[in-house]
């Protein structure tokens, strides 16, 4: 484990190997992880890319926007959201992942589904990452899954039990270091888990923006893991500003700086070519901008 630090801020540097091969670079250099819903209901697109040609297409776009990753999600988890039943969920998933690596698409896929068949199956087809909205806390078998598949996971913070009177940093360190024993116990090495802090599951707009003014202090109590930030066009947002979610880019551009400068490495976002940017300035003021082509140091 290595870091550099500019003023306060510290951003640990990992490499985490691919199911299918190949590794995930977190560091300095923000990666940026393209939203793709294929859903009726998502909150904010849901059916727009719920048919393959869409998707894959959509998919292309972020690509080329600078998107590192895609994220690949058959079930909406926005509350009142219908619950998605196993093959459903497969449905729409598996012929999205074939149809993005038959078109010559070879950026690392993320899954997401809290669901241990779907997380295998679409690992099968094509997938390199669990994104696992339950943090392995939910099904047993999920973290089975990942060790088969020597896959990484994304494992986020959702609490049910919490309360606005909940104390965040220590609650939060709590579940995951649950999830990190379950991890181990299973035999995916703790290094291979990213942690996602779950912005607005189960958590009040005040937790909302005391858990982005304090993630430092989380990346602190988990030097070892890397940290996603995921607040593209929320609630935390609307609420606060009063708009719809097409109306909530700026919003999200302050979080993703925000995040980045307490030390987030993947950002999980819909609009992929305005955070690219965004990371890009934040990244060249925290640690000063590169030299320009054909100039030496």
Known sequence: MTGQTIGTTMHSTQTIPLARGGTLVLGRRAL???ILNVT??????GGRHDHVAAAVAHARRMIAEGADIIDVGGESTRPGAEVVSVQAELDR???VIEAIRAAGMTAPISIDTYKPLVADQALQVGADIINDVHGLQGAPEMAQVAALHDAPVIAMHWDRTWTAETDILPAMTGYFRRTLE???????????IVLDPGFGFSKTLT????????L?????AFAEQGLLVGTSRKSMIGKLLG???????????ATTVQGYERGGHIFRVHDVAANVDALRVAEATVYGPPEPAGQTP
Not at 182 to 192: D, H, L, M, N, S
Not at 207 to 214: D, F, K, P, V
Request: proline share 11%; glycine share 6%; no cysteine.
């Open 32 to 34: 940026v992880m393209g």
């Open 40 to 45: 009726p209901d998502s909150f904010s697109d």
């Open 216 to 220: 430092t202090d989380l990346t602190r």
């Open 182 to 192: 379950i991890a181990t116990a299973a035999g995916v090495p703790a290094e291979r």
């Open 243 to 253: 708009n719809q979610p097409d109306e909530r880019l700026p919003g999200t551009l």
């Open 93 to 95: 998933v598996i012929p």
């Open 207 to 214: 937790q909302n923006y005391s858990i982005l003014r304090q």
